[in-house]
């Protein structure tokens, strides 16, 4: 048996990313945490080359949309290489 999306909301995304080296990391942080459903977003980088830093973003919260998310990175021109974890949760169901 197949869950249904619609009864499940993610919580939680770790994302593989490369960006920039100009692209402040407290900027890029900020501007993910500003989207809806977003309460708390981590970035740690990872690795440095002479443009571009590969980074870890951790990003929790309340259904995240990772749609949302992709558009937001390439705002700042970086791109999400990969989905390296992810939590899911059940929706609350009002009764």
Known sequence: MVNNEEDT?????????????????????????????????????????????????TINGKDLDIDDINEEMNTYSSVVRSIDAVTVTKKEIAS
């Open 9 to 57: 909301v993610v919580t939680k995304i770790m994302l593989d990313a490369l960006k920039p080296r100009e692209v402040d990391l407290i900027e890029l942080a900020s501007a993910l945490c500003s989207l809806k459903g977003v309460e708390s977003v981590e970035v740690v980088v990872t690795e440095v080359d002479a443009k571009t830093e590969t980074v870890k973003i």
